[in-house]
């Protein structure tokens, strides 16, 4: 799925479907984050006119998307909770480069936002198929949709100011980075990562 080189461990989605409130709650979480990070990307990079336009979308989006996860979790009573550690995403934040040439740095952050929302997708795609509640199917169905495109969108900003054997290159590595990372992440109910 978008090139993700270790699928999701099929009990995953019976172990979420459990904990659907902690569920719920750390995806929330993970929706302010993505916008945060875009924001982010908006501060650092200003001149780079595509990617503030395209960010300013996405920005909107993943705080459309809290929003409705925050509506998901009132109608079933539960609050938003304290957020906690994504040990997924601060794994792969370890491998952004550091120091070199400042668009080795630029690629690795758009390339990190783009492996998130792959995995992301992934999942939303399980939830989608796998869990009895019939309307968290169609909410994951829509945002695994949409973390797709987003996915797609990092990728492509990375070629529009890199020459694309570069971000392949640099992507194929990341894919292995992240297989790696899946692999040797403890399996949590209470995380979407």
């Known amino acids: 799925m978008l090139g993700l080189k270790l699928p999701t461990d099929p009990r995953w989605v019976n172990i979420a479907e459990k904990n659907i409130e902690d569920i719920l709650v750390d995806h929330a979480y993970c929706e302010q984050k993505a916008a945060s990070s875009c924001i982010s990307l908006i501060v650092q990079y200003p001149e780079k006119e595509k990617l503030v336009a395209m960010m300013t979308e996405v920005v909107a ?24 550690k994504d040990e ?7 491998h952004i480069r550091k120091g070199g040439h400042p668009n ?6 758009l390339l990190v936002c783009a492996l998130i929302e792959a995995r992301s997708c992934e999942r ?13 199917k169609k909410f ?25 054997e570069v971000v392949k290159k640099r992507l194929d590595e990341f894919f292995e980075i992240e297989a790696d990372i ?3 992440l403890e399996m949590r109910s209470d995380r979407m990562h």
């Open 124 to 136: 939303f795609r399980l939830l989608s198929e796998e869990i009895a509640d019939e309307d968290l």
């Open 61 to 84: 989006e993943e705080w459309g998307h809290f929003e409705r996860v925050l509506a998901e979790l009132n109608k079933r009573g539960f609050k938003l909770g304290r957020q906690r």
């Open 182 to 184: 899946i692999l040797n």
């Open 104 to 109: 080795d740095q630029f690629l690795d952050k």
């Open 140 to 164: 994951y169905y829509e945002l695994m949709i949409s973390e797709a495109n987003h996915y797609v969108n990092f990728v492509n900003l990375a070629k529009e100011y890199l020459p694309e």
């Open 88 to 94: 997924y995403v601060i794994n792969l934040l370890k």
